[in-house]
C-alpha cells in the first residue's frame, strides 16, 4: 500500500493582507507531482488553528511522513528573538501550527522532510536558529546569491555533502537552485549538518537515523530535468 505524505500549504496572502476570506492556502504541484512520482500518496495541510493544535494528533494518525514546504519567514520570535529591519515577510499562524506539527511528529515517530523555509521551521521547532537575513547577519565576505535571479528551476551554486544519508542519495557534490535570505544559524540538538555551500551557509541537516531531513535548496522545483534530485523524495518514502 502507497504511503501517505502530509505536505504543508502555504498561504497566498493578498498583496495588502485583509481578514482571513481573502486568503488561500496551497500546496505547490510540483512537490505534488514528486510525492507522487516517488510513489507516495500526497495530501495537503493547510494550517491549524491555535484552537485547533489538538487535533494534529488526529492528523498525524493517518500519515506515514510529513514534507515541510517553502515560503515566508520564519518569525524570530520563536527563537526568542526580536525581528530586524531586513525579515522579509512572515505568518505567525502558520508558524505556530507547522512548529507544532513538526514538534508532534518527531514525538510519535513520524519522519518529516523541510524545504528551503521547511528546513528553518523544522530547526527552530526543535530549539536550533536560523540567520533573520543573511546579508547582514552571516559574518562571510565571500557570501554568495542566495536569492538568485535565475529562474527558479535552474541551479545557481554547488553543495558540498558530508557522509551521511543525504550523501548516499545525492553524492558527495550537488549543483542546486537558490532562493532564500534565511538559512539554519544553530542546528537544533540532535541534527547535524551534513551540506553547506561554498561560502559557508548550511544547506542541509539531518538526525542521526535520517528520520529528521532537511534541505535549503528546492529540489522539487529540479527534478524534471534533474532526476537525481527525484531521489530524495523517493529515499524519503522508501524510509517510512
Known amino acids: 500500500m502507497s504511503k501517505v505524505i502530509g505536505i504543508t500549504a502555504d498561504v497566498f496572502l493578498e498583496p495588502t493582507p485583509v481578514i482571513n476570506e481573502n486568503k488561500a492556502d496551497f500546496v505547490p504541484r510540483p ?9 507516495g500518496v500526497p495530501i495537503s495541510l493547510p494550517y491549524f488553528t ?10 498525524l494518525s493517518i500519515l506515514d511522513g510529513v514534507i515541510f ?12 528573538e526580536e525581528p530586524i529591519p531586513e525579515l522579509g515577510t512572515t505568518n505567525r499562524n502558520r508558524d505556530i501550527s507547522e512548529i507544532s506539527l513538526a514538534k508532534k511528529a518527531v514525538k510519535l515517530g513520524v519522519p ?3 524545504i528551503c523555509r521547511g528546513a528553518q521551521l523544522i530547526n527552530v521547532a526543535l530549539g536550533g536558529s536560523v540567520y533573520q537575513d543573511l546579508a547582514t547577519q552571516y559574518d562571510e565576505p565571500t557570501l554568495l546569491m542566495h536569492h538568485q535571479k535565475a529562474e527558479g528551476d535552474l541551479p545557481i551554486h ?11 542519495t545525492l ?7 537558490s532562493r532564500h535570505h534565511q538559512a539554519v544559524k544553530e542546528p537544533a540538538p540532535g541534527m ?17 537515523d535520517a528520520s529528521i531531513q532537511a534541505v535549503q535548496w528546492h529540489p522539487e522545483n529540479m527534478w524534471q530535468e534533474y532526476p537525481e534530485e527525484l531521489q530524495l523524495f523517493k529515499d524519503f518514502v522508501s524510509r517510512l
Do not use: C, W, Y
Open 171 to 177: 553524492g558527495g557534490e550537488v549543483f542546486v537552485n
Open 69 to 80: 514546504t517553502g515560503g515566508p519567514d520564519v518569525d524570530p520570535t520563536f527563537m526568542g
Open 192 to 208: 547535524k549538518v551534513v551540506a553547506t555551500a561554498p561560502d559557508g551557509v548550511i544547506e542541509a541537516i539531518e538526525n542521526k
Open 158 to 168: 554547488h553543495v558540498k555533502i558530508s557522509e551521511s544519508a543525504l550523501q548516499r
Open 112 to 114: 518529516i522532510l523541510g
Open 31 to 39: 512537490a505534488v507531482n514528486a510525492v507522487l512520482k516517488a510513489g
Open 50 to 59: 491555535s484552537d485547533n493544535l489538538d487535533r494534529l494528533d488526529d492528523l
